[in-house]
Each structure stands twice: as structure tokens, then as C-alpha cells.
């Protein structure tokens, strides 16, 4: 029996609730593609024409809040420094 794993996209974004399935699918979909190579562009990260297209549909949204996105991401962190005795909290600042 094939294993199948949770890309880190997916478990990072477990708790996101924006109010429709599908857009917290969207958002999974989204940090897998953003995730694989950060500095690309949206249409390079995308890889074709429909995917890069859902994924300004996403941006666009008026009811979401970039809080609404990031969410997820920050209760995920702070998960994983409760563990350590010591965080660094680096600041790369212009």
C-alpha cells in the first residue's frame, strides 16, 4: 500500500478556515507552489496559465484579510517554539 504524507504546504495550513473549502484548498495549493521556489514569479511558480490565474482569483479576494492567510502559519510557529528552551527571532530589516 502506497504512503502518502502531508506536503509541509498542507500541514502548515491544517487549522486556515477562510470560509469556503475551497479557497483553503486554494491557499494549500498555493504555499506548495510559493514554497518550492520563493523568489520566482507567481506564473513561474504556477507553471501554467489556469493555475496562475487561480491564483490572482485568490489574491483578489475582498473578504480575505492577509492576517486571514498567515494565521494558520503563526499558530504553527509559535507551536513549534514552545518545544525549544531558547528561539532566535532573526530580523532581517532594510
Known amino acids: 500500500m502506497a504512503r502518502t504524507t502531508e506536503s509541509s504546504a498542507a500541514m502548515e495550513f491544517k487549522g486556515i478556515d477562510l470560509g469556503d473549502k475551497r479557497l483553503n484548498r486554494r491557499a494549500i495549493v498555493l504555499g506548495e507552489q510559493l514554497s518550492g521556489n520563493p523568489t520566482t514569479s507567481i ?10 490565474a487561480a491564483a490572482y ?20 510557529s509559535a507551536e513549534r517554539m514552545r518545544v525549544c528552551d531558547v528561539v532566535l527571532c532573526l530580523d532581517v530589516g532594510a
Open 57 to 76: 482569483r485568490f489574491f483578489a479576494q475582498d473578504k480575505l484579510e492577509w492576517t486571514d492567510v498567515m494565521e494558520p502559519h503563526w499558530q504553527c
Open 43 to 52: 506564473p513561474q511558480a504556477c507553471g501554467g496559465w489556469a493555475e496562475t
